[in-house]
């Protein structure tokens, strides 16, 4: 991906962001591959041969009450959570450790919604070990079906978000970062990589690979943000760690970022990657080609009882008025769940075939939307826009929102905002309520 490109999707991620969420600038480099036509794959995660594997096997259970554990690392990340007590019946003590050659683990808590698994983690580096990389890989089942993740460590590294032991020092230091209370999100994803939730037990399986380089690791402060940054100093940048990848360094950011895309970087033909593998398997094979070498693996394993999910009864079809091109008024919400302590929804509007679908992006919309509710507070966590045909000469755009609340809701109002050249006007007027059951 050239600079230019980068730099334009770095900025349309944070723009997508709510304010609520912290800045990362290397948001865009978790989510650009799954848009390149391979999120389809099933998933076919291979634990190599020959490697040792210490698995632990606990049954999650959801009647254990939140006072059996102590929240500390759960509740200090989700507070708006403290009193949903949907949410906290559920968190349980998991209690898993691993003992390894670079550091020691142990994963204390964990709850799951339906939608996304949290669960809190203690690191302990070794006294006088080498640096490592952990890189993690999550396997969700279901009875006999294999769930997509999407996996996040909460305030952590955004390559591939794993951590490094010890923790790297870069010029500007994560304050608020702590190997020994960090905290994950991991949520479910369907076949096309879109959220989805699910009623009944599943197996979840945490394999942190643990890789190891001899290269140099340097840190230089690339001026990103600073007044009067523009796109060339970028791609001079850019330019600057990959002669640092030719004589074997690491050369991040001024955060400490940055390792994803220098790693990728001999492998970009045509400004894109093509994963020919399942997601997880081609970056973990592409981080050990050149840069690491898989030493060990931490694996978890446990079962998360099913959970509560209400839903609306898709599809919901309505128009919204617009002067112009009124046959493309039409919008179908074709997915809206709520979790005990979550709300997403997804809405769709076609287009005949025509390559306008593709023009838009979340500044120039005509309209755009917002949930609100008389039950929770919701707090926006992001929106995102797919553009996309559907093989039968139509074009598509779907908007995907996500919401986290802090009680189960079993209603929410579905806001259109019009926006126009001089303002940006939310339609209570043309508001849908939508039951959840």
């Given at each position: 991906?050239s600079?230019?490109n980068?730099h334009?999707?770095?900025?349309?991620?944070v723009?997508q962001m709510?304010s609520a969420?912290k800045?990362d600038?290397?948001?865009a480099q978790?989510?650009?591959?799954r848009?390149?036509?391979?999120?389809?794959e099933p998933?076919?995660k291979?634990v190599?041969?020959?490697?040792?594997?210490?698995l632990?096997?606990?049954?999650l259970?959801?009647?254990?009450?939140?006072?059996?554990?102590?929240?500390?690392?759960?509740?200090?990340?989700y507070?708006?959570?403290?009193?949903?007590?949907?949410?906290t019946?559920?968190?349980v003590?998991?209690g898993?450790t691993?003992?390894?050659k670079?550091?020691s683990?142990?994963i204390?808590?964990a709850?799951?919604?339906?939608?996304k698994l949290?669960?809190?983690?203690s690191?302990?580096?070794?006294e006088g070990?080498e640096?490592i990389f952990?890189?993690?890989?999550v396997k969700?089942?279901?009875g006999n079906?294999?769930?997509e993740t999407?996996?996040?460590?909460?305030?952590g590294w955004?390559?591939?978000?794993g951590?490094w032991?010890?923790d790297l020092?870069?010029?500007i230091p994560?304050e608020?970062?702590?190997?020994?209370?960090?905290v994950y999100?991991v949520?479910?994803?369907?076949?096309d990589?879109?959220?989805?939730?699910?009623s009944?037990?599943?197996?979840?399986t945490i394999t942190f690979n643990?890789?190891?380089?001899d290269?140099?690791i340097?840190?230089?402060d690339s001026?990103?943000g600073?007044?009067?940054?523009?796109?060339a100093?970028?791609?001079?940048?850019?330019?600057?760690?990959?002669?640092a990848f030719?004589r074997h360094?690491?050369?991040?950011?001024?955060?400490?970022?940055?390792?994803e895309e220098?790693?990728?970087?001999?492998?970009v033909?045509?400004?894109a990657?093509i994963?020919?593998?399942?997601?997880d398997s081609?970056y973990?094979?592409?981080?050990?080609?050149?840069v690491?070498?898989?030493?060990?693996?931490a694996?978890?394993?446990?079962?998360?009882?099913?959970?509560?999910?209400?839903k609306?009864?898709?599809p919901?079809?309505?128009?919204?008025?617009?002067?112009?091109k009124?046959?493309e008024?039409?919008?179908?919400?074709t997915?809206?769940e709520a979790t005990a302590d979550?709300f997403c929804?997804?809405i769709t509007?076609t287009?005949?075939?025509?390559?306008?679908?593709?023009?838009?992006?979340?500044?120039?919309?005509?309209?755009?939307?917002?949930l609100?509710?008389?039950?929770?507070?919701?707090?926006s966590?992001y929106?995102?826009?797919h553009?996309?045909d559907n093989?039968?000469?139509?074009?598509?755009?779907?908007?995907?929102?996500?919401?986290?609340?802090?009680?189960p809701i079993?209603?929410v109002t579905?806001?259109p905002v019009?926006?126009?050249?001089s303002?940006d006007v939310e339609?209570?007027?043309?508001?849908?309520?939508?039951?959840?059951?």
């Amino acid at each position: 991906m050239s600079g230019n490109n980068l730099h334009q999707k770095v900025h349309q991620a944070v723009d997508q962001m709510t304010s609520a969420a912290k800045p990362d600038p290397w948001l865009a480099q978790k989510v650009r591959f799954r848009a390149q036509g391979k999120e389809n794959e099933p998933m076919r995660k291979k634990v190599p041969a020959g490697l040792v594997i210490v698995l632990a096997i606990m049954l999650l259970m959801t009647a254990v009450a939140a006072a059996v554990t102590n929240g500390f690392g759960l509740l200090r990340y989700y507070p708006e959570q403290a009193e949903n007590t949907a949410f906290t019946d559920r968190i349980v003590s998991i209690g898993q450790t691993w003992e390894g050659k670079y550091f020691s683990a142990e994963i204390r808590e964990a709850v799951f919604d339906g939608y996304k698994l949290r669960f809190s983690m203690s690191v302990t580096p070794k006294e006088g070990a080498e640096k490592i990389f952990a890189y993690p890989v999550v396997k969700a089942v279901c009875g006999n079906k294999n769930f997509e993740t999407d996996i996040m460590n909460v305030d952590g590294w955004a390559d591939r978000s794993g951590f490094w032991v010890p923790d790297l020092k870069p010029l500007i230091p994560r304050e608020d970062y702590d190997l020994s209370d960090m905290v994950y999100e991991v949520a479910l994803r369907d076949k096309d990589y879109n959220p989805t939730t699910v009623s009944e037990d599943v197996e979840w399986t945490i394999t942190f690979n643990v890789l190891h380089t001899d290269w140099t690791i340097s840190f230089e402060d690339s001026g990103f943000g600073s007044e009067g940054f523009t796109d060339a100093d970028w791609q001079a940048f850019r330019e600057k760690e990959y002669e640092a990848f030719d004589r074997h360094e690491l050369m991040l950011d001024e955060y400490g970022y940055g390792m994803e895309e220098i790693i990728e970087h001999p492998y970009v033909k045509d400004g894109a990657i093509i994963v020919e593998d399942d997601f997880d398997s081609y970056y973990l094979n592409l981080y050990t080609k050149d840069v690491f070498t898989l030493e060990e693996q931490a694996t978890f394993s446990f079962v998360a009882d099913k959970a509560e999910v209400r839903k609306v009864e898709a599809p919901v079809k309505f128009v919204l008025p617009e002067e112009k091109k009124p046959e493309e008024q039409k919008y179908e919400i074709t997915k809206a769940e709520a979790t005990a302590d979550g709300f997403c929804i997804m809405i769709t509007r076609t287009f005949k075939y025509s390559y306008e679908a593709y023009e838009y992006n979340l500044d120039n919309l005509p309209w755009t939307f917002k949930l609100k509710s008389d039950e929770a507070e919701l707090q926006s966590l992001y929106t995102s826009l797919h553009q996309g045909d559907n093989g039968f000469g139509r074009s598509a755009i779907t908007y995907t929102l996500e919401y986290d609340t802090n009680k189960p809701i079993s209603s929410v109002t579905l806001v259109p905002v019009q926006h126009t050249d001089s303002e940006d006007v939310e339609r209570e007027d043309l508001a849908i309520e939508l039951k959840l059951e």
